[in-house]
């Protein structure tokens, strides 16, 4: 029996009981809100490029960092003892067991276009965030406010969607038993040689799905895979910031999750996906591991 690679063994602090859960992911979605609104309703009319990080196409925003420095302010207010870990600031310590994982804008070169597909993503995180298969999310929420939609995921609570005219709707991955008929997304790292080997493993997958979406963000991606928007998602080399939220959603939705064989989700794979697909998608992604 393959090791249950849905997320790590990590210890759960007793505090940690439902009602703290349940109000961890509705201050998640909040503040993932209020970032969200603050990207769209600020953005610059002149909205450039503050700096790069992986390459020149790799790029940062002042909407990026101010959006971060939003959720930062509001986090250690709401809750002054937890740590928190962003893309933009990098790691601040805490003592409660808790961290934050926030990407203050998933999807920026979307944003920076003027493309739709990006979100505020916001997750709470048990163990330690800064090495892979050594946590995991137990609360989240993704808020993307050009599609008005907010998504939301807390352990053994299911997984939800509130759209800005306040429809609740619960989410369930898509009953997809194929994965000759399946609708799956992707992502590419922004260093070509990255790029380059990405190119071989989706030429190798597109002859055997239905189709492949390259959307951009991959905390929406995990979301729309809850939705049934995808039958599957995978992509390596996105960072905790990416997958956090959209991690504890997929799973809550019904997704099965995981990364390479035998491994976790996380930086070398993540994948997201209709359980009945997930084996054949896994083999597709790892043809030697058969
Ligand atoms: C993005 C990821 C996406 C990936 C993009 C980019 P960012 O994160 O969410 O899945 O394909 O290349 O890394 O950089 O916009 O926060």
């Known amino acids: 029996m393959e090791r249950d690679t849905t997320a790590p063994d990590v210890p759960m602090p007793d505090s940690l009981t439902p009602d703290v859960v349940a109000t ?19 953005r610059p009319r002149t909205l450039g490029v503050e700096a790069t990080k992986s390459s020149e196409v790799d790029v940062v925003t002042v909407m990026d960092q101010r959006s971060e420095r939003l959720l930062r302010e509001r986090i250690r207010t709401e809750r002054p003892h937890d740590a928190i870990l962003g893309e933009e600031g990098g790691a601040t310590e805490g003592t409660s067991g808790l961290t934050w994982v926030v990407d203050p804008i998933d999807g920026t070169v979307n944003y920076l276009y003027g493309h739709p597909f990006f979100a505020v993503s916001v997750a709470v995180c048990v163990g330690d965030t800064t090495q892979e298969g050594a946590w995991r999310p137990v609360a989240g929420a993704v808020s993307a406010p050009l599609l008005g939609e907010t998504f939301m995921g807390a352990l053994d609570m299911g997984a939800h969607l509130v759209t800005r005219d ?10 997809c038993e194929r994965l000759d008929v399946a609708l799956i997304g992707t992502g590419f790292g922004y260093e070509a ?3 380059e080997a ?15 979406r390259r959307g951009g963000s991959a905390a929406l991606d995990l979301c ?4 049934g928007r995808l039958d599957g998602y995978y992509e390596s080399g996105i960072n905790a910031w990416d997958q956090a939220a959209g991690q504890i959603i997929a799973t809550e939705a019904g997704a099965r999750t995981g990364g390479a064989p035998g ?3 996380g930086k070398e794979m993540a994948v997201a996906a209709a359980p009945k697909i997930y084996p054949s998608l ?7 591991s058969r």
């Open 224 to 227: 729309f895979v809850a939705a």
């Open 282 to 288: 896994v083999d597709c992604l790892f043809p030697k």
């Open 193 to 195: 040689r990255k790029r």
């Open 198 to 212: 990405q190119g071989e493993v989706v030429a190798r997958l597109l002859p055997q799905v239905r189709d492949v």
């Open 24 to 42: 961890l992911r509705d201050l998640a979605a909040s503040l993932a809100d209020e970032a969200a609104h603050l990207i769209v309703d600020e």
């Open 263 to 265: 491994s976790f989700m």
């Open 166 to 175: 306040g429809r609740r709707a619960e989410l369930h991955v898509s009953e």
